[in-house]
């Protein structure tokens, strides 16, 4: 634009802010910063910031904002040129201890010990691919828009899945998590999660779990596969970093491993998940999720037990308090799949046509959420506070997956969106 | 039948780690001490990969020339739309009232996510104003 300008930041984005300005080509850029936060303060309160001081600089707020737009530029400040941002040496050498601290003194581990990368292991595991090691396997940043993409091969994909405890005959699943470029560690301030839905025959080939313990810490390939996605969201794009490029307020355990759910496909009553989107059963596909929590979905409303229970009404009951930022996936034990399917709804689209049409909340009860939207458009306009609308417009947001080991007809249920599937034989 | 590798491996008394292909590793053990001349055994050292990838090239931009004064210049005060931007720039064009009358202030609140660019907006103030305040977080 060629117009000065004086941002002001609060301080719980003090670190975000600086280094943001940095990668974005202004390391001197003149940020005031101010209390956090100014959400829900009084307008007294919020004045009373600007008479005060910049927390950061200590000086007069309103007197610091006036300077950084008249005070004359200095020489550094006035530069031009490019710069790469340092990342490290390409190797490491030193005892095993040292290199297990070191990694994690660098913010490279999830503050577990690693499988420490050396060349063997590393070439180990790229003989699981046909692609070549210094291939561009995809762009990733912590943000889009917020933080540049990196870029990264095949080999640092193999560095990263050596770390997680992966075994070869895991590398191209995980080459295919880092082909889509989405980070298990999205930078908001909800501590967001990611999940990926394993189908087709490679469940079986990997010895995938998808019985009792599916989601839990009971099978090598779901635990690293899931691991090696947060050490790539860490090391592949600068991301992780608390304060800077990750500001989760509270954190998530699942950010650790992700949800990484294998499909039970045998015993579901309906097709997999990767049929619906159009894939042949015997590809091998990943389909992605992400959004907010996952939680227990035995308390719904209106189950009822006899003589079948109500699942479907349940399921209704327990999103209906969802945000609609981001759509419903059900994870379903296949006790309630087949349960469902008896209760007639031979197709997850026949499932989900129901629920969209059932699952209802008043205006009055958007208004009171956060991340909660009303219609727009002309059907909007005769909208009352006791008007009764749909909670998701749309069929698509909701989702089906079949899982677990028929212990009990239980689901769980995520707050999240599908966003895309790739086929993992791309990357064999 | 399917064989299931880890339990034949423990079964062996080998472990299953082996599966990760790491014979080398299983051979270096055999390796763990060395003796200096001292004959004190020293701990051997690995070479190890950085599994970082690989960041864009930053293009410095110099910042855009301050301005003398402010006195009689028109101030964009533009809201990222998080929570509270909008009422904290209020306060701002309040203080500018009572501290600064000649500074003319405009509200307005940047299209898109927050980190978007607004190129409708950027272009207004090029046009209209000579500096922005811009409220960033919540």
């Known amino acids: 634009m060629g117009i000065p300008a004086a941002p002001m930041v609060t301080i719980a984005f003090k670190d975000l802010a600086l280094t943001n300005a940095a990668k974005r080509g202004m390391p001197l850029q003149r940020i005031s910063f101010t209390p956090h936060p100014v959400w829900g303060k009084t307008d007294e309160q919020m004045?009373?910031?600007?008479?005060?001081?910049?927390?950061?600089?200590?000086?007069?707020?309103?007197?610091?904002v006036v300077d950084s737009l008249t005070r004359p530029l200095t020489a550094d400040e006035s530069k031009s040129g490019t710069s790469t941002p340092p990342v490290g040496a390409p190797t490491f050498t030193d005892t095993a201890?040292?290199?297990?601290?070191?990694?994690?003194?660098?913010?490279?581990?999830?503050?577990?010990?690693?499988?420490l990368?050396?060349?063997?292991?590393?070439?180990?595991?790229?003989?699981?691919?046909?692609?070549?090691?210094?291939e561009i396997v995809g762009k990733m940043t912590p943000a889009q828009g917020a933080f540049p993409p990196w870029s990264y091969t095949v080999q640092q994909v193999a560095v990263n899945a050596v770390m997680?405890?992966?075994?070869?005959?895991?590398?191209?699943?995980?080459?295919?998590i880092g082909s889509t470029g989405i980070s298990a560690l999205f930078s908001s301030t909800n501590s967001l999660v990611s999940a990926v839905i394993v189908n087709g025959p490679i469940r079986d080939k990997l010895q995938m779990n998808y019985g009792i313990g599916a989601m839990g810490p009971f099978n090598q390939a779901n635990a690293t596969i899931g691991r090696a996605w947060t050490l790539m969201s860490k090391n592949l794009d600068g991301g992780g970093i608390a304060g800077e490029t990750y500001m989760g307020s509270q954190g998530n355990v699942i950010n650790y491993s992700n949800l990484i759910i294998p499909e039970n496909e045998k015993d579901s009553p309906w097709p997999p998940f990767h049929v619906q989107k159009g894939f042949k059963p015997e590809e091998n596909v990943l389909s992605f999720f992400f959004g907010f929590n996952i939680t227990q979905g035995q308390g719904g409303k209106g189950l009822g037990v006899k003589p079948i229970p109500l699942y479907n009404v349940a399921m209704s009951a327990n999103v209906a308090p969802f945000a609609s930022l981001f759509g419903a996936l059900f994870i379903l034990d296949p006790l309630v799949a087949n349960g469902l399917g008896d209760l007639g709804f031979k197709t997850k689209e026949q499932l989900a046509d129901w629920l969209q049409k059932n699952t209802t909340v008043t205006v009055k009860d958007v208004k009171s959420m956060l991340f909660s939207g009303l219609p727009r458009g002309p059907e909007a306009a005769n909208l009352t506070d006791d008007s009764v609308i749909p909670k998701w417009p749309r069929v698509d947001a909701y989702n089906f997956v079949v899982c677990g080991g028929q212990t009990n007809p239980y689901h769980q249920l995520a707050n999240m969106s599908y966003r895309l599937s790739v086929k993992i034989d791309d990357w064999a | 039948m399917r064989i299931n590798r880890r339990n034949i491996l423990s079964l062996m008394?080998?472990?299953?780690?082996?599966?990760?292909?790491?014979?080398?590793?299983?051979?270096?053990?055999?390796?763990?001490?060395?003796?200096?001349?001292?004959?004190?055994?020293?701990?051997?050292?690995?070479t190890v990969l950085n599994p970082r990838g690989m960041p864009p090239p930053i293009t410095l931009i110099?910042?855009?020339?301050?301005?003398?004064?402010?006195?009689?210049?028109?101030?964009?005060?533009v809201s990222d739309g998080f929570p509270g931007a909008d009422a904290f720039l209020n306060q701002i064009s309040i203080w500018f009232k009572k501290n600064m009358p000649s500074v003319t202030t405009v509200y307005r609140l940047k299209a898109g996510g927050f980190a978007d660019d607004?190129?409708?907006l950027f272009a207004e103030i090029k046009a209209k104003g000579q500096a922005v305040i811009m409220a960033i977080g919540h």
């Open chain 1, 164 to 176: 997680a405890g992966a075994i070869p005959d895991y590398f191209p699943t995980i080459l295919a």
């Open chain 1, 97 to 115: 201890d040292n290199l297990q601290q070191y990694f994690l003194d660098n913010g490279m581990t999830d503050f577990m010990p690693i499988t």
């Open chain 2, 13 to 46: 008394g080998m472990s299953p780690a082996l599966l990760a292909g790491a014979t080398a590793e299983a051979e270096q053990a055999k390796k763990t001490k060395t003796k200096t001349a001292k004959g004190v055994a020293a701990e051997a050292k690995l």
């Open chain 2, 118 to 120: 607004d190129p409708k």
């Open chain 1, 117 to 134: 990368p050396t060349q063997e292991k590393v070439d180990a595991m790229l003989k699981a691919t046909k692609r070549k090691p210094d």
């Open chain 1, 47 to 64: 004045y009373a910031y600007l008479d005060g001081n910049d927390p950061v600089s200590g000086k007069p707020l309103m007197k610091e």
């Open chain 2, 62 to 77: 110099p910042m855009a020339p301050r301005l003398s004064t402010l006195d009689d210049k028109t101030i964009y005060l």
